[in-house]
């Protein structure tokens, strides 16, 4: 039709990526390593071999660039794969913007989110290695559902403990889990050491990622036909997500424009990390000169606030320490509704492109990452989820820069899930019952007090 605008950029099937692209085989300066919380050595293969199959294990500190994605997991890809790319043509008028928008959509997984990326692989893995049952976390229900459907698929058991407020907030999020044959618990609980400790503490608590970690890592530890799957925060999780960027390269480029601003929003780093990296892995060789924008909550703004250095992933400090940018392991973050990005650190490759000058990071408040969000579903139909109205908000007002500036400016973001599981929150968002939340001075202050002693 002559004069109809391209609003879609997809790929057929046979374009899904058949290697992850792993970024660590082009950065200058090693990550890092990460170090046993007793010994503080760093730790081998070993010492994770009873969390995870070895095949995750060599991922997790391979420094080779293309590492090939097993057929079966292309397979269970090909089902919402490759993702389409949008041009946000109506949110562009609606902004009365100079700057092209484009966004990579990652909620048409029957999950829901970026998240079924790893979790098809990770569950792959674990098959292939004999695991019976995979424990896990989960905040606002996105990993959880995922990785329930992908066991499902596999036929594996699946056991998740979901962070308190969110059990509480999003209830249809842990039927989901259920329905997949999941079984849920609301975290912390009494089922384990470590939950148990916290409620004697602190019985009251919201509950936290760090916490749920803890308590599913400590399930995997004393059981040997179970092992722990994380849904960020680790290199090989980082690396299985770089599908979004590889592909959102190629649609790109089927749109006859390069992005020169990149954003994503940051909880643990998945989601940004598999869009940027493999444009990351451009800019070292000097093919890609685009600024790339981290955006984390305000309430929980470890890349902007915290420092680097070397703390544990869990609150109950069971895992390794890792080099990260982090408010410390027992800080608890504000109940905002974001809930997937209520971490108390950050993924460490996240943290070191960040000390090496790669990224830049901001943060937003609640409230205007809700205003974004809502802007965003009435231009162009689709809810976000809660943590992806961040990136929304950072791509907007990366628009209106450049409208004040008077520029043209091409800028391309993760939309990284659908919020239909999230609705309570945009009703009560509408209802002017949600606030912001000041950087929590005090609680990081006592947290960051307590990091381990290593430099
Ligand atoms: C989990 C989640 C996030 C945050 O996690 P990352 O590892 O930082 O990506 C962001 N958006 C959605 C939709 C999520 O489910």
């Known amino acids: 039709m002559p004069g109809m605008q391209t609003i879609q950029f997809n790929l057929p099937q046979e374009r899904i990526p058949r290697a992850w692209y792993n970024v660590l085989a082009d950065l200058a300066e090693p990550m890092a390593p990460p170090l046993h919380p007793g010994t503080l050595k760093p730790i081998g293969p070993d010492d994770l071999a009873p969390l995870f199959p070895i095949a995750l294990i060599q991922q997790e500190v391979s420094t080779e660039r293309e590492i090939e994605i097993p057929e079966p997991v292309r397979q269970i890809y090909a089902q919402w794969r490759p993702s389409p790319l949008f041009r946000a043509r109506r949110l562009e008028k609606a902004l009365d913007t100079p700057a092209k928008i484009y966004y990579k959509y990652e909620g048409v997984s029957p999950a829901g989110s970026h998240k079924l990326n790893t979790a098809v692989a990770q569950a792959y893995y674990n098959k292939v290695e004999g695991t019976r049952r995979l424990a896990t976390e989960t905040g606002a229900g996105q990993w959880g559902s995922s990785l329930a459907m992908a066991c499902a698929f596999f036929g594996l058991e699946c056991k998740v403990y979901m962070v308190r407020v969110s059990y509480n907030q999003k209830p249809y999020r842990r039927a989901l889990m259920e329905t997949f044959g999941a079984s849920v618990t609301a975290s912390p609980s009494t089922e384990t050491g470590a939950g148990r400790a916290i409620l004697a503490e602190h019985p009251d608590t919201n509950g936290s990622l760090g916490i749920a970690i803890s308590e599913a890592v400590e399930v995997a530890a004393k059981d040997p036909e179970t092992k722990y799957a994380l849904g960020s925060v680790l290199n090989h999780v980082l690396l299985h997500q770089t599908v979004i960027g590889l592909e959102a390269m190629e649609q790109m480029a089927l749109a006859g424009d390069e992005p020169d601003v990149i954003v994503g929003c940051t909880g643990g780093g998945s989601n940004f990390a598999g869009l940027v990296m493999p444009y990351i892995g451009q800019k070292i060789k000097g093919k890609c000169d685009a600024r790339v924008v981290a955006v984390e909550p305000t309430a929980c703004p470890s890349l902007t606030k915290g420092p680097f250095k070397y703390d544990f992933g869990d609150t109950g400090h069971l895992t390794p320490l890792v080099k990260m940018h982090t408010l410390g392991s027992t800080f608890i973050p504000p109940g ?42 009435r231009a162009e139909g689709i809810i976000p989820a809660p943590e992806a109205n961040h990136a929304v908000a950072g791509a907007i007002k990366e628009a209106l820069a450049a409208k004040e500036e008077g520029k043209a400016r091409t800028i391309l973001f993760n939309l990284s899930g659908h919020g239909h599981f999230d609705m309570q929150s945009y009703i009560d ?23 381990p002693a290593v430099e």
């Open 336 to 377: 905002i509704h974001a809930g997937g990005l209520r971490y108390h650190g950050m993924a460490p490759l996240v943290s070191h492109v960040l000390e090496m000058g790669l990224i830049e990071a901001t943060s937003v408040q609640q409230l205007e990452a809700f205003a974004a969000g809502v802007q965003f579903v």
């Open 429 to 451: 968002y509408q209802a002017g019952k949600l606030q912001n939340y000041d950087y929590p001075e005090e609680e990081i202050a006592m947290a960051l007090a307590g990091l």
